[in-house]
């Protein structure tokens, strides 16, 4: 069966500090991945997706990055964190080509202070 | 532009008793999904039922129904026999290549 995995699960950084997150898929091939970031009380919004390695397609301009260095592994990235940056972030992945459902992973809680 | 709209933040229900929670989302497209994911407070998204929108028969998964107006863009989830463990945050989402588009959420109470 498919297993999606973040790390770390909480995180608090200071105003400045890079970031990087980790997110990691098992038990499946060429899976289409996704960020996402939920404000307090919010809904999600769509950062990045990615349909293979290296293929990276961002929705919103902001202060973050995403890559995918193998066929499993999608990495949420910045140089410079922000206050606005605070957040829970979650990752998910689907079947590629198919409109079916995406799969959560159980998302890191990012403090920035 | 494809959107979602959930037009009740907050809803309550009765333990054992049924409700209903709104969506509507606005798209050009024919073919496409739907879906209701909850959260608990664990915050871990956790799909609850998924609808074809070329099938006119509405999904149903145990106690959880929708009612799919594919004319009208509607897609609402019914709770039956509601349960303390159903409380949580709702979300319905449209299904298109490559994202999923959320709607704001409605948060579901359950008293005992």
């Known amino acids: 069966s498919q297993t999606i995995h973040q790390w770390p699960a909480t995180l608090v950084q200071p105003v400045g500090s890079p970031l990087s997150l980790e997110c990691t898929v098992e038990g499946t091939s060429n899976p289409n991945l996704y960020w996402y970031r939920q404000a307090a009380g919010r809904g999600l919004q769509l950062l990045f997706y990615s349909v293979g390695i290296g293929q990276i397609s961002s929705e919103v301009p902001q202060n973050l990055s995403a890559s995918r260095p193998q066929d499993r592994q999608f990495i949420l990235s910045s140089k410079k964190l922000l206050l606005s940056d605070s957040g829970f972030y979650l990752c998910a992945w689907s079947v590629p080509g198919l409109l079916y459902e995406q799969y959560f992973g159980p998302g890191t809680r990012l403090t920035v202070t | 532009a494809q959107t979602v709209t959930q037009s009740q933040p907050e809803m309550s229900v009765q333990e054992a008793e049924t409700v209903t929670l709104s969506c509507t989302y606005d798209t050009s497209e024919s073919d496409y999904y739907l879906f209701w994911y909850k959260q608990p407070p664990s915050r871990q998204m956790i799909l609850v039922i998924r609808?074809?929108?070329?099938?006119?028969q509405n999904a149903t998964e145990n106690r959880f129904s929708v009612n799919f107006q594919k004319a009208a863009k509607s897609f609402s989830l019914k709770i039956s026999d509601s349960q303390l463990g159903d409380a949580a945050m709702y979300f319905c989402?449209?299904?298109?290549?490559?994202?999923?588009?959320f709607g704001a959420g409605t948060r579901l109470t359950v008293k005992p």
């Open positions: 609808q074809e929108a070329y099938k006119q």
């Open positions: 989402a449209y299904r298109r290549p490559n994202d999923m588009r």
